[in-house]
Structures are given as C-alpha cells and as structure tokens.
C-alpha cells in the first residue's frame, strides 16, 4: 500500500491540451496537499506545460507514481522504468484496445483524484528474464512484461524450435516462430495466435507456437516455476530476431539458445477503485455483444 502520493511523473505522450489542464485541475483540487508533477521522456522534443519538471531517469526513484498516457505499447514501456525503480504506475488510455490502460481519458481528472486520496487497488504482475547462452557463456538482454517473440529475420522462412523446461525434453516446433508470454501478455500477441486468456494473478507462463506446422503443436501453459530453454537446430541457417514486448532486442544464430525465468522484479499497477479484470475482458473483446442487432 502506497503510504502517499505527493510526486506524480508522467510519462507517454505529453502534448495532448488536457494534461495542461489536467494538472491545473488536480493541483487546485489538493492545495493543501503540496502536489508535484514531472514528466519523463527519451525524446529530444522540448515539453513546455506549466506547472511541471523535466527529470532525468536516475530521479524517477524519487517518484510517488507514475502515469503513463498512451496505448498499451506506451505502457509497456513506461511499466519497465517503474519495475526498476519500484515506482507503482496506473496508464490513461489514448490508444485502442487499452487492456493494461485502466483510465478513459474523458474520466481521467475523476480517476486520478480517487487515487490521490487513497481509493484504488494494486495488483503485482511478473516479469520474464531473458538471457542468451552461447558456448556456455551467458548475455541477459531483458525483462518483458508482455512477452518474448521469436521469429525469422527472413520471411517465408520457417524456424526449428526444441523445447525444454527444467532440464526435460518436451518437443519441437516448426512454424513461424514462437512466443513464451506472462499471463498479462495473454491477451496480446498470444491471443492472435491461438493461446488461451489467463488471469494475470495465475503463477504461469504461456508457450505459443505461431503457425506451426503440424497442427497438433498446441500452445501449452506451465508453471512460472519453470525454467525454459529454447534452441534452434542447424537447419536455421540464418539469422533469428528475438523481440520483447515488441520491441527487437537482439538477433541470434543457430548456435545460440535461450534462457526464460521468471524475474525477481515485478511491476505494481494502480487501478481505479472500480477496476474489474473479467469486465474489461468483455469491453475490449465485445463479449455478449451481437453486432448482428446492433
């Protein structure tokens, strides 16, 4: 439980008219509570909005929460800094879909006032660590909240993927690629690829063929527990990308394997009061909604 919430960082996309109005709005509202605002960006473009800092990285350990503004990738992003300097994040929706950006922006005065005085949930979502072993040496290359994808730098092409978990054989895949996902990236790339939904409070990891060839390689669940080692057999002769969360971190060759565990850091979200998981399952998925009556 966050003790108090003096020092909000933004982080995201930090142009939009509504911040500037925004932050007058909740620093009229908590006068006597001394607010103060920061904003974080990578990005050389100059932010001038009253009221509120520029800070450099190593100062977001100073941060009470952090507010991503954005879609889900902005959030991701934005998740990282606040799982390495254990600063609890809530997200503002301005993208599409929005499974892990709680607050509508039409309601997000509303939303962060409640927060401010203490009417919210947190919930703790795991992390994957990723290294990279060759010849016995071992390269971690990140964290991934979502997932970690694996594919092809050369399209048309299709890659050989063995699997083993705690040290046991359990198949091989050739497909298009492969995807070992938290139950948070459940409802990301997974989905699209035919894994199942998992409740992100499930002590699980997800491993997601994507377009395999034999039909009968399904995507498995098992337990966080586990560590996966994924290696690739000498017909892989080219190059292959590993991205996490969307992002490409790195590009491996056949000799290469890969390492996954479950990270000792996690990320904390603050959602809003109301927030229920299952509910925006069926908002963002349309669940019970016939567009034939629509």
Known sequence: MIVSINKILFTGSLKDEYLSELIADLSDSFKDQSLEFFFYSQSSDQVEISNIQSIEEQNIIDMDMIVSIGGDGTMLQSSKLASKYSVPITG???GRLGFLTDINPDLVSHAL??????????????????????????????????DLVINKTKTGRMINVRTTING????????????????????????????????????????????????????????SDCIIKLEFTDENDDMIEISLDGEIISEISSGDCIMICQSEDTVEFIHPSHYDYYETLRSKLLWGHDKRNA
């Open 92 to 94: 503002i929706n301005k």
């Open 113 to 146: 006032k409640e927060i401010i005085q203490g009417d919210y949930q947190t919930e703790s979502r795991m992390l994957l660590n990723v290294s990279v072993v060759n010849n016995q040496n071992e390269r971690f290359i990140g964290h991934a909240i979502n």
């Open 168 to 223: 046991k054989y359990v198949n091989s895949n050739e497909g298009d690629g492969y995807i070992v996902s938290t139950p948070t990236g459940s409802t990301a790339y997974s989905l699209s690829c035919g894994g199942p939904i998992i409740n992100p409070s499930s002590d699980t990891f997800l491993l997601v063929p994507i377009a395999p060839h034999t039909l009968t390689n399904r995507p498995m669940v098992v337990s």
